[in-house]
């Protein structure tokens, strides 16, 4: 996946800032850019992280643009009514677009969302976009063509195909089963089950240790403290399942740390929230990225 602008932008100020915005997503999360010339406007472009090619408007609208069904249906209208003027003239200069096999999504207006009306998705604005990314990260891209359960199952897949844990992958694994009554009444989808029991997005098996994956979006308090109490909760979960001898490892899987986090923090933070109590089972806890496991190994030791 990458972002395409598609140069230059009638304005010499949007154009500049389009490039510095795609300068600082590339540097923040490692995403790939790259500029399609369509207009060169205003002469070489000195300083850009990614490639940059020139073609005609026409060449590039035929190429990503002309019948293309996905883009059609994640901006609401056909390719022909939001870029080409009278539906004619091939208008797609100051636009950004979301690159996955093909154009998959672009912004329909250029510049901010100033002067474009209140019923106007700033995110739907090239410079608004672009400026949720650089600040939010790759949650906001893929917000734009993907439902949650997607985005989830997403950062699953990339953190199983990182080849950070090498065992038995069970995926979508229901636990807690142990602690149903002994009833044909009260199953795993009965209204008791739906309480009683969990979902653990993977659980991996090892020679050390089992591993319990929790999937969550961008690294920040909230979603932390979510993705840990859910983490814990399944743990204790799987243990009565399996045996309180069971060592585990906990694995929280981000979709995007922000780049300015502390994570030299992140061990301490982990070590507080889990204090020790009397019970002696092995477990760590391990938090990172889908793209970058693990971040961390920041606690191991006696814990409910």
């Not at 850009?48 to 408007?57: C, Q």
């Not at 609208?61 to 539906?87: C, M, V, W």
């Not at 200069?93 to 700033?122: N, Q």
Request: proline share 4%; charged share 25%; with cysteine.
């Amino acid at each position: 996946m990458k972002l395409r602008y598609y140069a230059d932008a009638p304005n010499v100020d949007d154009h500049e800032q389009i490039i510095d915005l795609l300068y600082t997503i590339s540097d923040k999360y490692g995403i790939t850019v790259d500029i399609e010339r369509v207009n060169n406007r205003y002469g070489s472009i000195q300083v850009f992280p990614g490639s940059i090619r020139e073609n005609s408007p026409e060449d590039v609208y035929d190429r990503d643009f002309h019948y293309n069904r996905t883009l059609g249906s994640n901006i609401d209208e056909s390719p022909s009514q939001a870029f080409k003027a009278s539906g004619r003239h091939v208008d797609i200069d100051g636009y950004v677009g979301i690159i996955d096999d093909g154009l998959i999504w672009a912004t329909t207006y250029r510049g901010d969302s100033i002067g474009h009306g209140p019923d106007v998705d700033a995110t739907d604005t090239t410079l608004g976009f672009l400026d949720q990314v650089a600040t939010h990260g790759l949650e906001v891209i893929e917000e734009k063509y993907m439902d949650e359960d997607e985005r989830e199952r997403t950062v699953l897949e990339q953190f199983l195909a990182a080849d950070v844990v090498d065992g038995t992958v069970h995926r979508d694994a229901v636990i807690g089963t142990s602690q149903l009554p002994d009833s044909p009444a009260h199953g795993v989808n009965s209204s008791v089950g739906k309480i009683v029991t969990r979902t653990v997005d993977a659980i991996i098996e090892t020679d050390e240790s089992d591993w319990i994956v929790q999937t969550a979006k961008t690294f920040e308090a909230s979603r932390f403290d979510t993705a840990l109490g859910q983490d814990l909760v399944r743990d204790r979960l799987y243990r009565l399942d399996t045996g309180k001898n069971t060592d585990t490892t906990l694995a929280i899987v981000f979709n995007t740390v922000p780049w300015e986090l502390d994570t030299d923090a992140v061990p301490t933070t982990v070590d507080q929230l889990t204090a020790k109590t009397t019970r002696s089972v092995k477990r760590k806890i391990c938090v990172g990225t889908s793209r970058t496991l693990p971040l961390h190994l920041p606690y191991s030791g006696d814990l409910i």
